[in-house]
T-cell receptor, first 113, second 116 residues
């Protein structure tokens, strides 16, 4: 069974630009969660999608948004990029039941210059 | 509020030594789940174990073992006879279980360096 895939793996953007990251979950998984990992703040929850609906959102500004498609693939968008948005963005998928373990993708490393 | 504390920022050991990674959590919920993940240099978080709040049995899987103690709100992870391949950052996480959503709260991680 293929794991969680994320594209692109690496990205360099300039302040003020916007970026879209993509995540394909494990087949059969309906929940996709996004996390931001930085040296200063560690791993922080961004949001979770289940069956195309956002179920929960972390404490991030509105510049961070996402969506999920009918095939459970998810995209995350960050508008008006800031230097502080440089991070490793991790996507995780699960069946979606409350206690399920989440399986993580390799991440997208975003660098904002 | 939910919180996970991994007080050890970095641990260095020599191969074949045993090492214990500490994890202390805070939650007011009676039902919760605890996880350990391993993050090798490649960046991907690898699931190691899940434990629910009603199961305090210790678990052993090969060289890995976990000690869950609700009385001290701890979920410690021991690697026996460590190997160089164990070098990674290890995260303890608390799963918030609520109506309709999942959210993992992570500790800050412990970097384990195993030298030959």
């Amino acid at each position: 069974k293929a794991g969680v895939t994320q594209t692109p793996r690496y990205l360099i953007k300039t302040r003020g630009q916007q970026v879209t990251l993509s995540c394909s979950p494990i087949s059969g998984h309906r929940s996709v969660s996004w996390y931001q990992q930085t040296p200063g703040q560690g791993l922080q929850f961004l949001f979770e999608y289940f069956s195309e609906t956002q179920r929960n959102k972390g404490n991030f500004p509105g510049r961070f948004s996402g969506r999920q498609f009918s095939n459970s693939r998810s995209e995350m968008n960050v508008s008006t990029l800031e230097l502080g948005d440089s991070a490793l963005y991790l996507c995780a998928s699960s069946l979606g039941f409350r206690e399920d373990e989440q399986y993580f993708g390799p991440g997208t490393r975003l660098t904002v210059t | 509020a939910q919180k996970v504390t991994q007080a050890q920022t970095e641990i260095s050991v020599v191969e074949k030594e045993d090492v214990t990674l500490d994890c202390v959590y805070e939650t007011r919920d009676t039902t919760y789940y605890l996880f350990w993940y391993k993050q090798p240099p490649s960046g991907e978080l690898v699931f190691l174990i899940r434990r629910n709040s009603f199961d305090e049995q210790n678990e052993i899987s090969g060289r890995y073992s976990w000690n869950f103690q609700k009385s001290t709100s701890s979920f410690n992870f021991t690697i026996t006879a460590s190997q160089v391949v164990d070098s990674a950052v290890y995260f303890c996480a608390l799963l918030i279980v609520n109506t309709g959503f999942q959210k993992l709260v992570f500790g800050t991680g412990t970097r384990l360096l195993v030298s030959p």
